[in-house]
Nanobody, 116 residues
Framework: QLQLVESGGGLVQPGGSLRLSCIASGFTFSKYTMSWYRQAPGKERELVAVFTSPLGSINYPDSMKGRFTISRDNAKKTTYLQMNSLKPEDTAVYYC?????????WGKGTLVTVSS
């Protein structure tokens, strides 16, 4: 059964850190480009980070550079998002995406709340 399951979200104070994980099953993980997106209340879903396959390049939108780090472990079929110096405006549901050409899979998301 094909699945992407995110975890690691929660409540964190401003300035804190979190590491999100996305565990994949049911498809050949190593062939897929893995990305993290987020959607804040009342806003559109936006790209946070991309880790491509097979080239292994990493890309961040300009607005996400500096505080977010994406990584992947193909042996564990897992993608990570390390988030540092979190701000209240980082509050959102964070989603994992797997993409190969025209095929795209989404997880159900994990909620990150940045608040004091």
């Amino acid at each position: 059964q094909l699945q992407l399951v995110e975890s690691g979200g929660g409540l964190v104070q401003p300035g804190g850190s979190l590491r999100l994980s996305c565990i994949a099953s049911g498809f050949t993980f190593s062939k897929y480009t893995m990305s993290w997106y987020r959607q804040a209340p009342g806003k559109e879903r936006e790209l946070v980070a991309v880790f491509t396959s097979p080239l292994g390049s990493i890309n961040y939108p300009d607005s996400m550079k500096g505080r977010f780090t994406i990584s992947r472990d193909n042996a564990k079929k897992t993608t990570y998002l390390q988030m540092n110096s979190l701000k209240p405006e980082d509050t959102a549901v964070y989603y994992c995406n797997a993409r190969l050409i025209a095929t795209s899979y989404w997880g159900k998301g994990t909620l990150v709340t940045v608040s004091s």
